[in-house]
């Protein structure tokens, strides 16, 4: 199959990158240097509606409106986001190559029948790139570079072979073209508007006025010679980090932000097959210092809607030690996911059970350490005959009630002094229901004990543990029954 590639162009990326982190209504642009002055480099529609537009000076800007809130650029992001959409993008395709600053490029000939044809697989990149908070500008082509001048032009575009490439192609204008100013200004002196007006040119005159660069970018659009691009390869694990225009001060206000930072990472995780047991939210404060939120699934997932579920049961029941000013996902422990889990259409009941998903949601209510599933020990003392341990990751169904036999499902207020046998525990008269279990044990761990163990009843039914020492007063140690 012939190679069809589709360029994802990103013509906002500066501002995107920036604001993508927050909602903001009013006027805002980003401003860059040229030598010593400053310049807007992009703006967004409320700052356009107000007639900042882009090539003004911050000055002539700010005396247009004095409320424009300016940003100053900040390319090192903004290649941290086309690595990060490169990284998303791998679920449609496995051959992703970046072409920066603004664009990237997947292969998308062997993914069409996956997706459902073409329009379905592009409207599916359109949808996530705007869930993620990016503008773009889609193009389609047999040729890297025919797809990326595409893209640039601004106008959606589809080629499927050469010749409606070349057709496509022909009146883009010159300015499309990734060549220096003084190259482009040249060429408009001689009267060439679109790539058509060079194609009609003898190629001798174009190289000994313009060099070789012009028609090896023209070569490579139009598919005379080869174009290769290297591939992106995705990190072993998900790293994302992004930043926040202005400092939040409640957990809640982190929603909306962590929310496209589970985007990206669930767009990751397909690319991967896999799911993720474990994720890590880093607060970022100023002065470098940061609070960690950690998540623990009992199965791998990659449901985008459960895991924002757990994300903000744990961002509401969570107090900030001081304002927010980034966010950083982090996921390390990435498992593969079933071939069942793997379906194209993933359901969310078919990825999880019912019961490991409130146990999830659970956990990030109370915390990992508040949820655990006991497991017997071999010890004959009853209170340590038993331990805690994480949820089975690899169970399917509700874990089975231990086998306790006579003894207590747990012990209620351990070594604490009860009341005369006669009155039970504090309830009523009890009865004694079975001889007493003698323990004399764990003299060699510092817990010795040396007693009766005496199961009673009481007249409203309540079954419990009376621990009645050699020496001391006797314990009411637990319920059960």
């Known amino acids: 199959?012939?190679?069809?590639?589709?360029?994802?162009?990103?013509?906002?990326?500066?501002?995107?990158?920036?604001?993508?982190?927050?909602h903001h209504h009013g006027p805002l642009a980003i401003y860059d240097?040229?030598?010593?002055?400053?310049?807007?480099?992009s703006a967004n529609p409320a700052a356009r509606h107000v007639a900042i537009e882009p090539g003004m000076r911050v000055t002539a800007a700010l005396g247009v409106c004095h409320e424009l809130e300016l940003l100053?650029?900040?390319?090192?992001?903004?290649?941290?986001?086309?690595?990060?959409?490169?990284?998303?993008?791998?679920?449609f395709s496995d051959r992703i190559a970046l072409s920066p600053p603004h664009t990237v490029l997947l292969e998308i000939g062997g993914s069409l029948r996956l997706f459902g044809g073409h329009s379905r697989l592009c409207a599916a990149v359109a949808n996530g790139m705007s869930e993620l908070g990016y503008r773009s500008h889609l193009a389609t082509a047999p040729t890297p570079l025919g797809a990326e001048l595409l893209a640039w032009a601004g106008k959606p575009a589809t080629a499927f072979d050469r010749i409606q490439l070349t057709r496509l192609l022909h009146p883009l204008p010159l300015t499309t073209l990734p060549l220096a100013p003084l190259a482009l200004e040249r060429l408009a002196a001689l009267g060439l508007v679109n790539l058509g007006d060079c194609l009609r040119l003898p190629r001798n005159g174009l190289t000994r006025r313009f060099g070789t660069e012009l028609l090896l970018i023209l070569d490579r659009a139009f598919g005379h010679i080869d174009d290769p691009r290297p591939r992106h390869v995705p990190p072993a694990r998900f790293e994302h980090t992004l930043w926040l225009p202005s400092a939040a001060t409640a957990a809640t206000a982190l929603q909306f932000a962590a929310q496209r930072l589970l985007l990206e990472l669930t767009g990751f995780l397909r690319g991967r097959g896999a799911g993720v047991?474990?994720?890590?939210?880093?607060?970022?404060?100023?002065?470098?210092?940061?609070?960690?939120?950690?998540?623990?699934?009992?199965?791998?997932?990659?449901?985008?809607?459960?895991l924002l579920t757990l994300l903000k049961e744990r961002l509401e029941h969570h107090t900030l030690a001081a304002a927010v000013e980034g966010l950083?996902?982090?996921?390390?422990?990435?498992?593969?996911?079933?071939?069942?889990?793997?379906?194209?259409?993933?359901?969310?009941?078919?990825?999880?059970?019912?019961?490991?998903?409130?146990?999830?949601?659970l956990t990030a209510h109370l915390g990992c350490q508040a949820v655990y599933s006991p497991a017997l020990v071999a010890d004959h003392r009853p209170l340590r005959a038993w331990c805690p341990l994480p949820p089975n990751p690899t169970a399917t169904t509700p874990p089975a009630a231990l086998?306790?036999?006579?003894?207590?499902?747990?012990?209620?207020?351990?070594?604490?002094?009860?009341?005369?046998?006669?009155?039970?525990?504090?309830?009523?008269?009890?009865?004694?229901?079975?001889?007493?279990?003698?323990?004399?044990?764990?003299?060699?761990?510092?817990?010795?004990?040396?007693?009766?163990?005496?199961?009673?009843?009481?007249?409203?039914?309540?079954?419990?543990?009376?621990?009645?020492?050699?020496?001391?007063?006797?314990?009411?140690?637990?319920?059960?029954?």
């Open 72 to 91: 100053p650029r900040e390319p090192v992001r903004e290649r941290a986001a086309l690595a990060g959409i490169a990284d998303w993008s791998f679920q």
């Open 403 to 481: 086998p306790t036999g006579h003894r207590p499902v747990w012990l209620l207020r351990p070594n604490t002094p009860s009341p005369p046998l006669e009155q039970g525990i504090g309830l009523a008269n009890v009865a004694l229901l079975q001889p007493p279990e003698r323990i004399e044990s764990g003299w060699w761990d510092g817990d010795e004990q040396r007693g009766e163990w005496r199961v009673v009843a009481t007249t409203n039914g309540i079954h419990g543990w009376i621990y009645q020492p050699d020496q001391g007063p006797a314990q009411g140690v637990g319920l059960f029954g």
């Open 328 to 361: 950083t996902l982090l996921a390390e422990q990435i498992a593969p996911l079933s071939q069942q889990d793997q379906a194209l259409f993933q359901t969310v009941e078919t990825e999880t059970p019912g019961w490991q998903r409130w146990l999830e949601r």
């Open 277 to 306: 047991t474990a994720i890590t939210l880093h607060l970022h404060h100023a002065r470098a210092s940061q609070e960690t939120l950690q998540l623990t699934l009992v199965a791998p997932s990659r449901d985008q809607a459960h």
């Open 1 to 22: 199959m012939s190679d069809l590639w589709l360029a994802v162009h990103l013509p906002q990326l500066p501002l995107d990158s920036l604001m993508r982190g927050r």
């Open 33 to 41: 240097h040229q030598g010593p002055q400053q310049w807007i480099h």
